[in-house]
């Protein structure tokens, strides 16, 4: 699933092709894909893009006042072609969900959205305002955002008794992080997954708050200025434990561990983050002895 960094690289990638074109035309092939019908999709065509930009993992086309809003969800991407085809696209086959057409000059281009597999969660939205699409009205802080500093999660986190690892990735609580870049934090923060938020002192909280700018700092540094057929490879090149279940820890050497959920799963670092303890699977409720 494509998380903050990636966002805003694509985001960033968007805006600087897409501003000054014209929305030719939009074909939606997917059924499941469009959220919204007020205002139609067929009112984006023959307007001008003014920007593209981000909300969390939401990105945000806006056509002259009208915002064509897209989530990728877990299996959702995008690919660009340049030079508009044309070709009109049949409904329900394949793995295209929705192909934007756009024209003007150098700018011209297809852009489609993309979502393998056989669940389908891609989400697009025609809105007179970002805010209206209820998955960006209820985001928590961005982490780059002037108000996010340690007091501001320290108080996000004095009133969760949720694990550490569900906080970071609720979108409610904190915008953009994902189950991967989730793993890299708090490995960088030597924090359980399974510590109770509101469990950590100043030390780990602070810990925590340095972790979250480092690895998303970094990682925005590193997709910045990529197309988007690069920046899966850009994500995954850098993880020091997510995907990594059974390779060394580049920081201690000892075994990167796993846990596993009903449709997802967790990485860490015993050494790092447990004090040695294995974690409990989805099968046990405590820890391994």
């Not at 025609?126 to 961005?142: K, S």
Request: proline share 5%.
């Amino acid at each position: 699933m494509p998380e903050l960094p990636e966002v805003a690289a694509l985001a960033d990638f968007l805006d600087a092709r897409l501003r000054g074109s014209s929305l030719a035309k939009v074909q939606i092939v997917s059924f499941a894909v469009l959220k919204t019908a007020d205002p139609p999709v067929s009112a984006l065509e023959g307007r001008t893009v003014t920007g593209v930009g981000r909300h969390g993992k939401f990105v945000d086309l806006d056509a002259g006042g009208l915002h064509l809003v897209f989530h990728l969800a877990r299996a959702g991407w995008v690919r660009v072609t340049d030079a508009p085809t044309g070709a009109v696209l049949k409904k329900g086959g394949g793995h295209i969900a929705a192909r934007l057409s756009f024209s003007g000059g150098d700018r011209a281009l297809d852009l489609d959205l993309t979502e393998a597999g056989t669940k389908k969660s891609l989400a697009m939205y025609v809105v007179r305002d970002p805010a209206d699409v209820p998955g960006i009205a209820a985001l928590g802080p961005d982490p780059f955002s002037p108000g996010f500093d340690v007091d501001a999660l320290a108080g996000i986190l004095a009133g969760s008794s949720q694990q550490i690892k569900g906080v970071l990735r609720s979108q409610g609580v904190i915008a953009g992080i994902g189950n991967a870049y989730s793993d890299e934090i708090l490995h960088a923060a030597k924090t359980s997954p399974f510590a109770i938020a509101s469990s950590l002192d100043r030390a780990a909280v602070e810990r925590l708050y340095d972790a979250i700018h480092d690895i998303l700092g970094t990682a925005l540094a590193e997709a910045a200025g990529k197309p988007p057929s690069e920046l899966k490879d850009a994500k995954r090149s850098h993880m020091r434990v997510h995907g990594r279940t059974g390779e060394a820890c580049p920081v201690c050497g000892d075994t990167v561990r796993e846990v596993s959920f009903a449709d997802t799963a967790l990485q860490y670092c015993p050494s790092c983050q447990t004090k040695g303890k294995i974690l409990a699977d989805r099968r046990t409720s405590r820890f391994l002895k």
